[in-house]
């Protein structure tokens, strides 16, 4: 499961160690680590002991296989370690902001809540865009009637107001039939679980309770495939590796400016913003104390460097070129805060234009 999975990596390279004694960083660009006694060492994030270096990240599932491929490429070309664990966005901005991790993975931008939690703990970061994302909705490969689903009839199913009366899909649509609906979804500390409530039924984090929900999104895919009655939806890599086993539903929001009829999501609907409201930028958040260790630097920008890359080979939608080439300026000039203004999940926006306006 990937809550349980780790990356381990190769020892440090002695490099590191020189690094730390470069002189003091020019203005605007990210400080270079302290020697290893002057390091901040918290007990759950390791720097640098017995010539080992320790990244740690944790947070969404949704960013997780990002996370692990451009770890397996970075450790093939640094001897550092890298571990990854898998515990929502919400789980994740907890650990980060207590000072516990060096980089969060989430798949929403941070909430006012944990804007100050990280404030009290004066836990400083720089947010970074690194992927859109579509939300795939996905029922079971026995389903012949739900063709396609509007965006009201997804808030029909969703909202806190459907929980133990909507149980059948003939409540859904006339001319479905009069089957149980059976519904999965990612646990309430996913960031998923966030945008999709924000961008479904209007409000982050309101749903109904009764439906079955986990962090590991391969438990949806296992659920969803095994009942007929299923409908579930998780990140559009998870349906993009299961397509065996699961079928996508399109999605019609009623937009016309964003095409007519129902859209499926694919790297191009996604990219091109017409897969909507369901397609959402994702991040990982750095902590500036962390990136002042040469090797958490070096994370990043290879990180950056590499994203669209290693983000279509993870089964997610590249930024544009310029956007990464935006990302890079923010993340050397160590830029603190959220384009987002701390204010959680938005519907609709591109981080291009945000970084462009930044």
């Not at 993870?314 to 310029?322: I, Q, T």
């Amino acid at each position: 499961m990937f809550s349980q999975r780790l990356i381990v990596g190769a020892l440090l390279c002695a490099a590191l160690g020189a690094c730390s004694k470069n002189a003091a960083p020019a203005p605007g660009e990210a400080p270079q680590a302290a020697p290893a006694s002057a390091t901040e060492n918290k007990p759950s994030e390791p720097a640098v002991a017995a010539g080992r270096a320790i990244i740690t990240i944790d947070g969404s599932s949704t960013v997780f296989p990002i996370n692990e491929a451009v770890a397996e490429e970075f450790q093939k070309q640094n001897q550092a370690k890298v571990t990854i664990g898998v515990s929502g966005t919400g789980g994740g901005f907890k650990k980060f902001c207590a000072g516990e991790i060096a980089i969060a993975g989430a798949s929403r931008p941070i909430k006012p809540t944990e804007e100050d939690a990280c404030k009290a703990a004066k836990i400083d970061y720089v947010e970074l865009p690194i992927a859109y994302d579509g939300l795939a909705i996905v029922v079971n490969p026995k389903n012949t009637w739900a063709k396609s689903l509007t965006v009201e009839e997804l808030k029909k199913l969703w909202e806190p107001a459907a929980q133990g009366k909507v149980l059948k899909w003939n409540q859904v649509r006339t001319g479905f039939p009069a089957k149980e609906v059976h519904l999965f979804g990612p646990g309430v500390d996913s960031g998923t679980y966030d945008y999709f409530t924000k961008a479904v039924v209007g409000e982050e984090h309101k749903s109904r309770g009764d439906y079955t929900s986990s962090e590991d999104d391969n438990v949806l895919v296992q659920g969803v495939s095994r009942d007929e009655g299923a409908l579930g939806f998780f990140g559009l890599a998870y349906f993009v590796e299961n397509a065996d086993k699961l079928k996508l539903v399109p999605i019609d929001d009623a937009v016309t400016e964003n095409g007519k009829g129902p859209i499926s999501p694919t790297a191009e609907t996604v990219a091109n913003g017409t897969y909507q409201p369901l397609s959402r930028p994702i991040f990982i958040y750095v902590s500036k104390s962390a990136l002042a260790r040469p090797e958490v630097t070096a994370f990043t920008e290879f990180y950056l460097q590499h994203g669209a890359t290693l983000v279509k080979d993870a089964h997610y939608v590249p930024l544009p070129d310029r956007a990464y080439e935006l990302a890079q300026k923010r993340l050397k000039a160590g830029t603190a805060g959220s384009l987002f203004a701390g204010k959680g999940s938005q519907v609709g926006v591109t981080v291009e234009a945000l970084l462009a306006r930044e």
